[in-house]
């Protein structure tokens, strides 16, 4: 079994920061592509930004310049810091892990979801 839970969401001022985690535990033999994904009330889930288990990343272009993905491999754990707010940026943001539990067996992940919401 592979877990992934996440922290970090609440309220916030537009303008203002916050930073997710997300914490990978289980059967796990290492993690591949990392990444978060959002969805606000009415419209499909999107890609905010990913990174590969080198450090490659991918910004949704809405994002770009405001949001920075990080990870640490050591503890099997990505971050989302998140910059200048705007509320657009309103939504259920989820983790997504490219778990491999073998050397060849490898399967998507979804953490639950943690609420960002920008409001003055």
């Known amino acids: 079994q592979v877990q992934l839970v996440e922290s970090g969401g609440g309220l916030v001022q537009p303008g203002g920061s916050l930073r997710l985690s997300c914490a990978v535990s289980?059967?796990?033999?290492?993690?591949?592509?990392m990444g978060w994904y959002r969805q606000a009330p009415g419209k499909q889930r999107e890609l905010v930004a990913v990174v590969s288990s080198g450090g490659n990343t991918v910004y949704a272009d809405s994002v770009k310049g405001r949001f920075t993905i990080s990870r640490d491999n050591a503890k099997n754990t990505v971050y989302l810091q998140m910059n200048s707010l705007k509320p657009e940026d309103t939504a259920v943001y989820y983790c997504?892990?490219?778990?491999?539990?073998?050397?060849?067996?490898?399967?998507?992940?979804w953490g639950q979801g943690t609420q960002v919401t920008v409001s003055s």
């Open positions: 997504k892990a490219d778990i491999f539990s073998t050397r060849y067996r490898h399967a998507d992940y």
């Open positions: 289980g059967n796990i033999a290492w993690a591949n592509g």
